[in-house]
């Protein structure tokens, strides 16, 4: 199974008042184990950014004024995505803003059924605690201590860890068949072999421990449960 867990930054937080996408990150999941597959990129907006938003990211005009617009990346990022379910915090406010984007320029929109909203998932799971992705880190325990803006990708590499616990921890995948899951051709799983021993070992016990056990039993027990395998009769059990 092909999961991409996302993140946007934006301009502001009103996709239909002009708002703008300015940074996307995306990692790949294969049955729930990161594949090492990443997207990640930045976007002129092409209008002014608040200093609101600026200050939860840190993404200046300038800094971006030299970026592609989103039209220039919208192609690459709609196969990246493609056939995937996409894991988002959130939801409703990432998949509006680029549904937002792809009606601009006429791509199809993201389908509701291909949303997992962690979001959802963490209130289910830890009604009427704090959900956000800071006190998700906190509660399992997830290093976020690089995380002193927002940024796309980087927040898109810690929710992946938090989905993971919210699914059930690493346990819920060993990442068996990843390759064959993410239909890369020419990748098999591989075969592993047990060598058998070509010839028995040897015994570790000699004559005289046998006699000393048998010994022992007749000595000790007037009618043993296991004489028959040693070829005991009852008067020698007396």
Known sequence: ???????????????????????????????????????????????????????????????????????????????????????????????????????????????????????????????????????LCSRYGIDNSRRTKHGALLDSEILAEVYIELIGGKQASLGLGVEAAAGRPGLVAPVIEKPQRTRSLAPRLDEAAIEAHQAFILKSLKAPLWKGYLGITDEAAQ
């Open 1 to 135: 199974m092909r999961e991409i867990v996302l993140d946007t930054e934006t301009t502001g937080v009103e996709a239909n008042n002009g708002d703008r996408i300015v940074e996307i990150g995306c990692v790949e999941l294969v049955n729930h184990c990161p594949s090492g597959r990443t997207y990640h990129v930045y976007i002129n907006p092409e209008r002014s950014m608040p200093i609101e938003a600026y200050n939860v990211h840190g993404l200046s005009e300038e800094f971006l004024s030299d970026k592609q617009v989103f039209a220039e990346i919208a192609q690459e990022f709609a196969e990246f995505i493609a056939g995937a379910r996409l894991v988002i915090h959130n939801a409703a406010f990432d998949v509006g803003f680029i549904n937002m984007e792809f009606k601009r320029i006429g791509l199809p929109p993201i389908e509701p059924a291909n949303v997992v909203d962690s979001l959802s998932m963490a209130r289910r799971k830890h009604p009427g605690a704090s959900n956000s992705l800071d006190a």
